[in-house]
């Protein structure tokens, strides 16, 4: 297993980038996360793309990466903190700069949508941090949020004892067959979920399955799946058709049939709880 590649802690005044990779961050997001880094003891730098919108992306994609890359760049920036999820990082990953995130390893840190980023680092041989994005931070546990800045000024994984990827099940499912999914061999993969119908996300353990990703992953530590829809009048559809099958129903059919070892309730995810967990 190749030799992971921890960002260097953050000390006292540290510089962190706030950027907006996927959906548009407003003025007030910025506001809001910049005093909090400063209360924390940060320096907070916002790359001039973060107040772009160019429909719900926070403006084109070049101007995205140029920020990520600018941070990247900078030896003096040693987080880059993302603003929002939703959609849009997929988009970037052509246009990263690799070899800067290997000179000057970064913190990238987020979740949901920012699973592709983390794929993209940790295939860089880079660790990364799954944590609450910005415009999550007011709804997560405390000491979730605690535990995040206390990962960043150590520069260490706390109590994690295991060698974790992934995040985002419908993240994960769009890189695959990408030079982008993250190194799987050896690794207890992260799975979560919001928002999403019953049978899709079948489809997509489905080919996560095929694909021959349970064989060779350590395990699957199962996250948050909330806010999901069925197939029924109470989901916007003309007739009722239930999909049939619970969450715990699916894991055991397409992961635990395979002989892959499943750790249930892990407190990651859209739900209050989003423990940070470094990974690569």
Request: charged residues 20%.
């Amino acid at each position: 297993m190749n030799r992971l590649h921890l960002p260097p802690a953050l000390k006292q005044g540290a510089r962190v980038a706030l950027v907006a990779p996927a959906r548009y961050a407003s003025a007030e997001l910025l506001k809001n996360a910049e005093n909090l880094l400063i209360s924390w003891g940060f320096s907070p730098v916002i790359p001039p793309q973060s107040h772009l919108r160019s429909g719900q992306f926070g403006g084109d994609d070049k101007s995205r990466a140029a920020a990520m890359n600018a941070a990247f760049r900078n030896p003096d920036i040693h987080a880059v903190w993302a603003m929002r999820g939703g959609y849009g990082c997929t988009r970037l990953l052509p246009l990263l700069d690799g070899d800067a995130m290997k000179t000057h390893p970064t913190w990238i840190t987020g979740f949901s949508d920012i699973t592709a980023l983390h794929g993209w680092a940790n295939r860089l041989g880079v660790a990364s941090l799954h944590g609450p994005v910005a415009s999550t931070i007011e709804v997560t546990n405390s000491a979730d949020v605690e535990e995040m800045k206390e990962v960043w000024m150590s520069g260490k994984c706390g109590a994690q004892t295991k060698r974790v990827v992934g995040g985002n099940l419908s993240v994960l499912y769009a890189l695959l067959g990408t030079p982008y999914m993250p190194p799987l061999e050896g690794r207890w993969l992260l799975l979560e979920e919001v928002d999403e119908y019953l049978y899709h996300i079948d489809r997509m353990l489905v080919a996560l399955s095929q694909a021959g990703v349970f064989d060779v992953v350590a395990g699957v530590m199962v996250g948050s799946f909330t806010d999901l829809r069925d197939n029924t009048k109470a989901h916007g559809q003309a007739v009722d058709n239930p999909f049939g099958m619970t969450i715990q129903g699916m894991v055991e059919e397409h992961i635990m049939s395979r002989g892959c070892a499943v750790e249930w309730d892990v407190p990651v995810g859209h739900g209050q709880r989003n423990i940070p967990l470094v990974l690569g």
